[in-house]
């Protein structure tokens, strides 16, 4: 139709945006400090502990293990099931003692399938905590003070919204033309609609590489075509 007007969507960034950005920032230089808190998932544990084979193990020539001062992220692996569990909730200075604790099968300390006595000590609890978001984090982004920091996330949010408003205008065009014309899509301009999904799913990566990998990658456009044609 002559002079008809497609309606689209404007996307500007807004304060809220700005806080949430800068929170990533902020996030993306935390560090471990001490915490008085009972060790959680993400925080970082000092432990020292013995384990020690009862009589009848230690007969059959199981060997007592011991470590000081061991660190391991809780909830990240790497460590027993039962080194997770004696740390959890506990503070930095509790002590906990298993007369008898039943290692399993393949078990680190070279005692699985052994009971044994535990005796462990929470030497320190540290808890990964983002900085103030404030003139000193705007120096690690090299930037003078704050003010500069936001405004620094907000061009870049600018920019990104810039980016989703041209597609919105874009998806819009492509919506009227569709529903008003029974014409078939141009298998370039619904090639090129999958391309742009697949930039916002893979990111920097060019999308005539993309491909190029193969038949993997095609099966994976065949399932955004629907959208791409809608």
Do not use: C
């Amino acid at each position: 139709n002559e002079g008809a007007t497609v309606a689209s969507t404007t996307v500007e960034p807004d304060d809220e945006d700005i806080d949430e950005a800068l929170a990533r920032r902020a996030e993306a230089k935390a560090v471990f400090t001490p915490t008085e808190e009972g060790a959680k998932d993400g925080d970082e544990v000092t432990v020292s502990y013995t384990l020690t084979p009862n009589d009848e193990d230690a007969a059959a020539g199981a060997v007592a293990d011991a470590a000081e001062g061991r660190q391991f992220v809780v909830g990240r692996g790497g460590v027993g099931a039962w080194l997770e569990e004696a740390v959890a909730d506990k503070a930095a200075g509790a002590t906990l003692v298993d007369d008898a604790l039943e290692l399993p099968e393949g078990d680190t300390s070279g005692l699985g399938g052994h009971t044994v006595k535990l005796e462990l000590k929470i030497d320190r609890v540290e808890r990964k905590t983002p900085p103030p978001i404030d003139d000193e984090l705007a120096k690690q982004y090299d930037h003078e003070d704050l003010d500069g920091l936001r405004e620094d996330v907000r061009a870049e949010l600018a920019k990104q919204a810039e980016r989703m408003t041209k597609r919105a205008r874009r998806d819009a065009a492509l919506g009227y033309l569709l529903e008003h014309n029974e014409v078939v899509a141009p298998e370039a301009l619904i090639s090129r609609q999958i391309d742009a999904r697949l930039g916002e799913v893979f990111g920097m990566f060019d999308p005539q590489m993309l491909r190029s990998l193969g038949p993997r990658l095609n099966e994976f456009r065949d399932t955004l075509r629907p959208e791409a044609t809608s």
